[in-house]
T-cell receptor, first 115, second 112 residues
Framework: NAGVTQTPKFQVLKTGQSMTLQCAQD?????MSWYRQDPGMGLRLIHY???????DQGEVPNGYNVSRSTTEDFPLRLLSAAPSQTSVYFC??????????????FGPGTRLTVL | TQLLEQSPQFLSIQEGENLTVYCNSS?????LQWYRQEPGEGPVLLVT?????EVKKLKRLTFQFGDARKDSSLHITAAQPGDTGLYLC????????????FGKGTHLIIQP
């Protein structure tokens, strides 16, 4: 049981390049999400999905696209990278325990630098 | 927009000391969670509190949810170097189906 896996772990892009950050989970969770973490800003939600075929925007969606064709995979696409997208990106897979809030299981992160 | 303010931002203490970190908001949350993050890794869920006034204990860690469900605290007794990390609180207004609101975190260092 690998939990949440993310690839790549590190990536350097030039301004204007595009790329896809991969995220996969093997816990059969319906809910998945992408966050970015910046110094002094905390974790901010980019996009989330409540199931295959369903996605929605979070707090900071501009410049990012997502799709959810399967329960397991939730890739994040940067359309035209900008230096402001330099950050650490975390994918999370979540389950609802019956009360309270979704329990988030985070991947190890992708550290992205845009030059 | 719901905001969560964490304090202190940084805390460095000696092994064996006690400490408390805080998570405050002007908004009411249906639940609050605490996560711990180590360098180079993703956050790991420690606890979820859902009822105003609720207290949960996890070994030497005690979590409390305020009566008005606007604030929470994390108390560590006899801190150990293994407690070192970034502690994040996260709130949800209605289960978190539309994502969690995270505080900026408290960087905790426990010196041997």
């Amino acid at each position: 049981n690998a939990g949440v896996t993310q690839t790549p772990k590190f990536q350097v892009l030039k301004t204007g390049q595009s790329m896809t950050l991969q995220c996969a989970q093997d816990m059969n969770h319906e809910y998945m999400s992408w966050y970015r973490q910046d110094p002094g800003m905390g974790l901010r939600l980019i996009h989330y999905s409540v199931g295959a075929g369903i996605t929605d925007q979070g707090e900071v969606p501009n410049g990012y696209n997502v799709s959810r064709s399967t329960t397991e995979d939730f890739p994040l696409r940067l359309l035209s990278a900008a230096p402001s997208q330099t950050s650490v990106y975390f994918c999370a897979s979540s389950r609802f325990p019956g009360q309270g809030a979704y329990e988030q299981f985070f991947g190890p992160g992708t550290r992205l630098t845009v030059l | 927009t719901q905001l969560l303010e964490q304090s202190p931002q940084f805390l460095s203490i000696q092994e064996g000391e006690n400490l408390t970190v805080y998570c405050n908001s002007s908004s009411v949350f249906s639940s609050l969670q605490w996560y711990r993050q180590e360098p180079g890794e993703g956050p790991v869920l420690l606890v979820t509190v859902v009822t105003g006034g609720e207290v949960k204990k996890l070994k030497r860690l005690t979590f409390q949810f305020g009566d008005a469900r606007k604030d929470s605290s994390l108390h560590i007794t006899a801190a150990q170097p293994g407690d070192t990390g970034l502690y994040l609180c996260a709130g949800s207004a209605g289960g978190g189906a539309d994502g969690l609101t995270f505080g900026k975190g408290t960087h905790l260092i426990i010196q041997p």
